[in-house]
């Protein structure tokens, strides 16, 4: 059966515009959609017989191709740095094995099959080298994006020889006798029709050449499949399970049962027309590789050959290998802390984590059907330096927030300016011609074009402390709009500010008469409220006597209020300081929030946090206060905090221990008791040194709905139930690659880096970003877009900074670092170890527009605009 060449379906064949991501996904999918790939999961099959052995019953569950699909992507984030654990790095050199036999040399043209995340396929490139081609196949989306992430963090020029392919094993789309190699690693098990499977492999391989096909060894000696299920029970599972994966590796016992022992293979191969077929046990026999090679004359029809018999003995020096292999592995596993809970435990705690799934599924608000992939492009590129321009520091992004509507977008960097946007329905932009040459099909997403810019903070002096505030904008809020007015909140380290944009309709001498006001149901925000004197704020709230007076003594309210500073932004937008909100912290504020009454607002700092009436700004009041009398006893700071979205008297904050709390202020002044706090008990368990800084969140969101909160730490993104205090009830891996990393990037200082996170209308995606520019957006349903990697780019391929290990200036506030380090001594790393990934080019800030699918994301000084 002859397919067409691949070279041209390897590009996309669905959608012309190339995708802004490196992800080359040339086939329709064999998948269905998500709701579907559930429901098959979640029913067995009727037809399988009842089974005591959980394993057993995994492997017969996990039976057709759509569920292995949705078993290999939610495996996909931690498969290589649980092969990497188990078998203490072995992996890599079987994998070497293979590709050596496969006899893939400079120039070939070859294909890795079931690529996974391409191990096989890197050491394939190197072999073939930039002269020659690898294809790597494999029918599930996140395993592929994650190798093509990978493809794109390493540097080696050969990489770019790869082509990264959506299809099915069992009806490759390829052309008879096309490849010079191939390679199978850890695939052909998990194909349900493996004959079929070998026809194909022999189908596409040329006359004269090889297919090595690694896999676990079906041993013949029960001694040796014994270890191998021991293993899997008491290493494998129990490892897994802390990832809530028990059942999907479970499955791997009745995989390797129900796989084809050493010379079934060769007898499959030989049926499937190869001539020469050779299987050869490897790692003590647990591991298996067969070396298939087709004849040099062109075969139409299989050759059968007379089967050849008789299994090597078992012998007794084999045996005693083995012995020592179980202990050494034992206590390897033993140093590395892998702690191995007693089987009862295991099922307690995979039995709560079933329920727990049930129960957040049963307790959803309304069971809306999963949403379809969504496919993401590029739509638009904003404040990219031109050719040889040369950035400054202080053109750095540092905050970024959509107004409620997405009407516009505002923008802070580290001098101190806030740049607003105004998006407008593309159709009613540029010129036809203009509009023909985007490469984006019509719709009807914003494009945001430049309106104003002014200077909101400038470099201050605390004298009193001898301390430098700096300029740069740490967060920038939209206050509710009653009118057409555009207010916004923006904060340093020290002051808040609350501005006011408009239309430059006004004269500038209306701005000395107050009294020309905008009337408007809600007094707070209409221009009269702002504009009135200090007599009406007494009454306009009940609490006004325990409003803490902040201010000092000596500065006159006036002069602080500043309402009448007017900055000129340009021939139509003017914006005005309305109030200035000062004196309220002694430590770098981190958060400010809106309340939903759209009176209020809190700010927080490392220590505190203070609740403001947006019309008074010389007094707040502070209700959280986390300062210890003796600052030794300081264990935790606050690094994020935010109101509910519609319970006013409801706000939540997170720590550096990974804590969120969720407080009432209905209950006390004093927001010393908590209403609910979210731990991730898993945290504890892996107590390492970096541990505790990594489990520092750096962001917490409220979707609409208020019903969970999304937070972020180093390495995950996590999904809460407020009902749930001990665990979240999803964790979305960011950067698993980095974890082997962690002290070269403690070294840099990245470990510090705080990364923003953001969610979709109706909260059910989420996005966050990570280094060399790559930000992830993640399903709560799951499904083939969930992870899907992007990078903010134009030319998404380009060649990474490898090397580049910057002294990066760590968010977290220097006094939250040194308490981190305190009493460890931290070894310098070597050198010659690369992280791969560009730490200069980090992604920290993200927002999703409040009502479409489009995320815009900081990178430097430059914006990216991702619709989907
Ligand atoms: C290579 C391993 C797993 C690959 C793998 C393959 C699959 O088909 C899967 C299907 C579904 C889920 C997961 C997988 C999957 O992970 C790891 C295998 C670990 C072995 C069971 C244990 C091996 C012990 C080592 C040989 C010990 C080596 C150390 C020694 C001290 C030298
Ligand atoms: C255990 S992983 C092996 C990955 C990689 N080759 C390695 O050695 O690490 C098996 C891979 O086979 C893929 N796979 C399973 N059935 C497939 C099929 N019918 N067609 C293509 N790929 C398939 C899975 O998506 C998964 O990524």
Known sequence: MAVAAPSSTLSRTTSPPPPPFPLLLSLSSSSSSGARRRRLRSSPSPSSPPSSSSSWASSRRIRCSLDRQTLFSRIAPIYDNLNDVLTLGQHRIWKRMAVSWSDAKMGDRVLDLCCGSGDLTFLLSQKVGTDGEVIALDFSRVPLSIASTRQEQYWKACYKNIKWVEGDALDLPFMDCYFDAITVGYGLRNLVDKPKAMQEIFRVLKPGSRASILDFNKSSSTFISSFQNWAIDNAVVPLASRYGLAEEYEYLKGSIAEFLTGKELENLAKHAGFSEAKHYEIAGGLMGNLVATRDKQVHCAPKKKKQKNKTKTKTKSRELFIYLFISLYSEALHRSRLRIEKASDREKRFRRRRRRRRFSAMSSPAPAPAPGALEWKLSQVLGEPLPGEKLEDGDTISAMEFDCRGNYLAVGDYRGRIILFEGTERDHLGSRNELESRDYPATARPIYTYKTEFQSHELEFDYLNSLEIGEKINKLRWCAQPNSSLFILSTNDRTIKLWKASENKLKKDKEAKPSLCIPSENALLAEK???????????????????????????????????????????????????????????????????????????????????????????????????????????????????????????????????????????????????????????????????????????????????????????????????MESSPIATFNVHEYLRSKLLELYSADSVFDKFGCCISKDGRRFASGSYSNNFRVFSRDGGPDDGITLQASRNPNRTPHINSLPKAAGLLTSFARGLSRRGHDIPSPDNNEEIPCDLKSKLTHLAWHPTTNLIVCAAKSSLYMYYA
Not at 612 to 638: A, G, R, T
């Open 529 to 723: 409220s702002f504009l009135v004197g200090e007599a009406e704020r007494v009454t306009r709230n009940g609490y006004y006597l325990e409003w803490r007076n902040k201010k000092p003594r000596n500065t006159s309210p006036t002069s602080e209020e500043g309402p009448e500073k007017v900055v000129d932004i340009g021939d139509t937008t003017t914006a005005k300081c309305r109030r200035i909100y000062s004196h309220a912290h002694d430590y770098n504020i981190n958060s400010i929030s809106n309340n939903s009454d759209g009176e209020t607002f809190i700010s927080a700092d490392d220590l505190r946090i203070n609740l403001w009436n947006l019309e008074i700004s010389n007094q707040c009041f502070n209700i959280i206060d986390m300062k210890p009398f003796d600052m030794e006893d300081l264990v935790e700071v606050i690094t994020s905090a935010e109101f509910h979205p519609s319970y006013c008297n409801l706000l939540a904050y997170s720590s550096s221990r990974g804590f969120i709390r969720l407080v009432d202020l209905r209950q006390s002044a004093v927001c010393d008791q908590n209403v609910r706090i979210l731990r991730d008990r898993e945290n504890k368990k892996s107590g390492t040194f970096f541990s505790e800084i990594i489990s520092s969140i750096s962001d917490i969101k409220f979707p609409k709905d208020g019903r969970y909160i999304l937070s972020r730490d180093y390495m995950n993104l996590k999904m809460w139930d407020l009902h």
